[in-house]
């Protein structure tokens, strides 16, 4: 039974040629230099004094006041007329963007772990999936973790903003999405069909034999209840995560629609996209996809239109499906936010009184600097969804519909192996490795033992499904405060 094969080396191979490729050629660095967003440059000095009909003095008067020098800075009125000037995004423009290093990074990862994943799951097609690991769930496993540091290190920029006013939205939807996931965990499975209570008994029942099989005649000192105050605390510190990301997709969605006001086609693509995380909650609510799906009432009669299998398999192609149509609007989304620069100069205008022309130009350019930013709050829930996703699939024993689902049974405890402690003996590097790979064998053997796919799919089931209810919540809020308490 071999457990480093073919798939290592192509995952090796992958990894070396992202190393490569990243100075050359990369995906992050593509989406942002493609020549499709444009920035707008601020103004210069001498621009805006010539606006406010002045004329910058070639020497600067030292005026003091009391020993002390008074260097007033320069301002113009409010209403002057300033028409900002845009350009292309290039490659030279990207490197003073805030956090782009990790933006780059974590997209390009992103990408290359989605083509090995594409890869392995051709491979297992191919061959025996029980006789290798699976590397595809190593990178994806990677990728969400990445998606959830990610989503750490956004919000930490946030709670350190001085205004404190960040800081104090973070801590309310915490403790508002806290009172969400307890409500959730208590819901019977009749109603939202993740499977948790089932894959969490049958981990406890796994483990407890386990334990008997190696001579551990102790129980298990953790209750199911003391797992689920875990993943409660868990699925608030991910909706807090979430929470300034649906504010941001909310306003870029409202500022997209009124880019394109006379292209249906494409209002109806990001309507669409904007719903994907309410489309996939509405796919684990049993009495309005399951029941409809699969035993529609037709006449006097109900009709069953696909098995259980189809509807799994569907689905996942639609949260797959949909994840992609969301990669697929990104450039109208950052395109909206930086279209933020010529909205913040016309409401300028509206405003009476003078402004500091560095203050002017410090606004312009912080809007373009923090662009990474809103790609790292727009990318990573959606990174975060798809690669849930594919490993639901795979964990969780699921098929694509191409090839028959496999029938999700428990393995055989009687099989599991003993862990014994071998002699130290001088043996040659051969044989050394074999030994190794023997014992990976045999710890992943018992760990697939205890966790099997019925425990992930409701684990993942779950995660999916609440990373998707974060984002409907953040950002039906954000609609509501963009649309009556920003405007009032």
Not at 77 to 104: E, K
Not at 145 to 161: E, N, Q, T, W
Not at 347 to 371: N, P
């Amino acid at each position: 039974m071999a457990v480093m094969g073919v798939q290592l080396v192509f995952s090796l191979m992958v990894a070396s040629v992202m190393q490569k490729m990243t100075p050359h050629w990369s995906f992050a660095r593509w989406l942002l230099c493609n020549g499709s967003l444009r920035r707008y440059k601020h103004p210069p000095e001498e621009e805006l004094l010539a606006l406010a009909g002045k004329q910058k003095p070639k020497g600067k008067r030292d005026r003091r006041i009391n020993g002390v020098m008074d260097d007033k800075p320069a301002s113009v009125p409010r209403d002057i007329d300033l028409r900002l000037g845009s350009a292309p995004i290039t490659a030279v423009d990207i490197l003073v963007l805030c956090y782009f290093v990790d933006y780059q990074w974590y997209v390009d990862f992103a990408a290359y772990s989605a083509l090995v994943y594409l890869c392995t799951e051709g491979y297992y097609s191919l061959v025996d999936p029980q006789k290798e690991a699976n590397i595809g769930i190593l990178w994806c496993l990677l990728t969400v973790a990445f998606s959830i540091k990610i989503l750490c290190m956004v919000m930490r920029h946030y709670f350190r903003s001085k205004e404190g006013g960040e800081r104090a939205v973070c801590l309310a939807f915490a403790f508002f999405f806290l009172l969400i996931a307890m409500v959730v965990l208590v819901i019977r499975e009749d109603h939202l069909e993740f499977g948790l209570d089932a894959g969490l008994t049958n981990v406890f029942d796994n483990l407890e034999v386990f334990l008997k099989e190696q001579g551990w005649g102790w129980t298990i000192p953790v209750s199911k209840l003391t797992v689920k105050l875990g993943i409660v605390a868990f699925c608030s510190f991910i909706g807090a995560c979430l929470t300034f990301p649906g504010l941001r997709l909310a306003q870029t969605h409202l500022d997209a629609l009124k880019m394109v006001p006379h292209r249906p086609m494409l209002q109806l693509l990001l309507h669409t996209s904007f719903l994907t995380p309410l489309i996939v909650v509405l796919m684990w609510v049993k009495p309005i996809s399951r029941d409809l799906l699969l035993n529609a009432p037709m006449g006097g009669q109900t009709v069953q239109l696909m098995s259980d299998s189809t509807y799994n398999s569907v689905r996942l192609w639609t949260i797959v499906v949909l994840c992609l149509l969301r990669l697929a609007v990104t450039r109208h989304h950052l395109q909206a936010y930086l279209n933020l620069a010529q909205r913040w100069v016309e409401q300028m205008k509206r405003e009476a009184g003078r402004i500091a022309v560095l203050e002017i130009q410090r606004k312009i350019t912080r809007i373009y600097c923090y662009v990474a930013v809103v790609s790292l709050q727009y990318l990573a829930p959606i990174l975060l969804t798809l690669h849930s996703t594919l490993l639901l699939k795979t964990l969780g024993g699921y098929s694509w519909g191409i090839y028959p689902e496999p029938a999700l049974k428990s393995p055989p405890m009687d099989a599991t192996p003993v862990l014994q402690s071998s002699p130290a003996t001088e043996e040659t590097g051969k044989e050394d490795i074999q030994a190794a790979v023997e014992q990976i064998t045999g710890v992943l053997s018992t760990f697939g033992t205890v966790f099997t796919p019925l425990f992930y799919r409701g684990l993942l089931s779950f995660f999916t499904w609440w990373v998707a209810a974060c984002q409907v919540v953040s950002t039906l809020f954000g609609l509501y405060f963009h649309q009556h308490l920003a405007a009032s």
